[in-house]
């Protein structure tokens, strides 16, 4: 009968025991990824807590594998010391990064689903890595806050050193403004209350959720009490008088409201005979005397 040597049924056990904990893994991570799909409604939130688990698995997943292989003895501890001492002298970017992402998690920067600005990146954030973020990227060579199509990896530890914009986190909106220059011999009276009877109209239906989530903020955070209906602002310059529309708008959506808001405006001052927009010209008054040469 054919004996098979004890190291190799060490072995064998340890792979079967490994190939064990590697199936568990991937089914504890599919349960709760069901679980959280079916309990929390929020997408962005499901996203992130999915993204908080499968890392946490992973962890735990590596380290009993390890302890497989190494055991639970003295052996392991020494492992474990002279294997994190290396990683601590050989990865500082990378410990750095896992800490980065430890600040992201517990601090609530951002989460999967935000619009956020980190360092000079803009973007809507994809994936949350132990060590990486990724983040679809707007703006570049693309105006106002449109995709470009490009796919940018971001270093957890940049949150240490570079300053973390998040547009939707705490209330989902923005302040956006539209600044239309008017002449001087132009009704500018009228002028304002087209201005606002527009920005009323495309700002309406996103006012009473603003005012609710904006006074939820200041119930936690120092903010001083504003409004979130348009406002009009007006300064008088050397060339023209500047009308200024200020409102509240999905950040999402702010280039397509903005479009549609210098559209209907041009049309409706274009309609009005004593409202004309201002551009900068020049007059000029004479020319130096030409001098012939022989």
């Known amino acids: 009968m054919l004996r098979i040597p004890a ?4 072995i064998i056990s340890k792979l079967f025991l490994s190939l064990v904990v590697l199936i568990l893994t991937l089914i504890v991570n599919r349960a709760a990824s069901n679980l959280l799909a079916v309990r929390v409604k929020d997408r962005s939130y499901v996203h992130t807590l999915r993204m908080l688990i499968r890392n946490t698995i992973f962890v735990v997943s590596s380290a009993v594998i390890l302890a497989i292989w190494l055991g639970f003895g003295s052996s392991f501890t020494v492992a474990m010391g002279i294997l ?3 990683i601590a002298f050989a990865s500082q970017e990378v410990i750095g990064s896992f800490a980065g992402y430890l600040n ?16 000079n990146v803009v973007g809507d954030v994809l994936d949350i890595s132990t060590l990486r973020t990724t983040v679809m990227e707007i703006g570049e060579w693309v105006k106002a806050d ?3 199509g490009r796919i940018v990896s971001i270093a ?8 973390v ?24 009276q009228r002028a304002g209350e087209i201005m606002i009877e527009h920005g009323q109209e495309y700002s309406s239906d996103v006012q009473a959720q603003a005012q609710a989530e904006l006074s939820g903020m200041m119930a936690h ?21 500047e009308m200024t529309l200020r409102y509240v708008v999905d950040p999402r959506e702010r280039r397509t409201v903005k479009g549609k808001l210098h559209f209907e405006l041009l049309q409706h001052f274009e309609a009005e005979a004593d409202i004309t927009v ?12 030409l001098r012939s040469e022989a």
């Open 221 to 241: 955070y120092p903010v001083h009490d504003t409004s979130v209906e348009p406002l009009l602002y007006i300064v008088m310059t050397d060339n023209w008088i």
């Open 278 to 289: 201002a551009s900068a010209t020049f007059e000029i008054v004479g020319f130096p005397p």
């Open 146 to 148: 449109q995709y470009t």
């Open 7 to 10: 190291t190799y049924l060490s």
């Open 156 to 163: 957890n530890r940049v949150v240490f050193s570079d300053p």
């Open 165 to 188: 914009f998040n547009y939707t986190r705490h209330w989902r909106f923005i302040w956006d403004e539209i600044m239309i220059p008017i002449t001087y011999n132009s009704d500018w």
């Open 84 to 86: 994190g001492a290396g």
């Open 104 to 119: 992201i998690i517990t601090g609530n920067l951002f989460r999967i689903g935000d619009r956020v600005r980190i360092g």
